[in-house]
Nanobody
C-alpha cells in the first residue's frame, strides 16, 4: 500500500503557473500508474491527468490539454503536475492517486485508483 503526499498548491492569478508534486512511500512506485484528480466545491471529483508506470503513456482531460503536463521520476518516487495558463475554473482541491496495475492503459476513472493523497488546494484568482 503506497502512501501519497501532495504539495505545491496555493493562490495564483489567472494566467499564472503552479507545479504540484506527489511524493510516494511504502510501495514500489514504478508498479503504479499515477493520476491527478480535482474536486471543486459542490462538484464531483474529476480526472485531470494520468501517467503510466514507465511514463511513456499519458492522458489528459480535454479541459487541461495543452496547459497541464503530468510527469514522474521513478528514482525519486515522485509524480508532478505542471499547470500553466491557469484559469479561475481550475480552482479546486487537487488529489494525487495511484493504481497498482499491470495493464498498459491509463484509467480516467477515480474508482480505478487504490490509493489517494490528502489533497492540496489550488485557487486561481481572476
Amino acid at each position: 500500500q503506497v502512501q501519497l503526499v501532495e504539495s505545491g498548491g496555493g493562490l495564483v492569478q489567472a494566467g499564472g503557473s503552479l507545479r504540484l508534486s506527489c511524493a510516494a512511500s511504502g510501495g514500489t512506485f514504478s508498479n503504479y500508474h499515477m493520476g491527478w484528480f480535482r474536486q471543486a466545491p459542490g462538484k464531483e471529483r474529476e480526472f485531470v491527468a494520468g501517467i503510466s508506470r514507465s511514463g511513456v503513456s499519458t492522458s489528459y482531460a480535454d479541459s487541461v490539454k495543452g496547459r497541464f503536463t503530468i510527469s514522474r521520476v521513478n528514482a525519486k518516487n515522485t509524480a508532478y503536475l505542471q499547470m500553466n495558463s491557469l484559469k479561475p475554473e481550475d480552482t479546486a482541491v487537487y488529489y494525487c492517486a495511484a493504481r497498482l496495475t499491470a495493464v498498459a492503459a491509463v484509467s480516467t476513472r477515480p474508482s480505478s485508483y487504490d490509493n489517494w493523497g490528502q489533497g492540496t488546494q489550488v485557487t486561481v484568482s481572476s
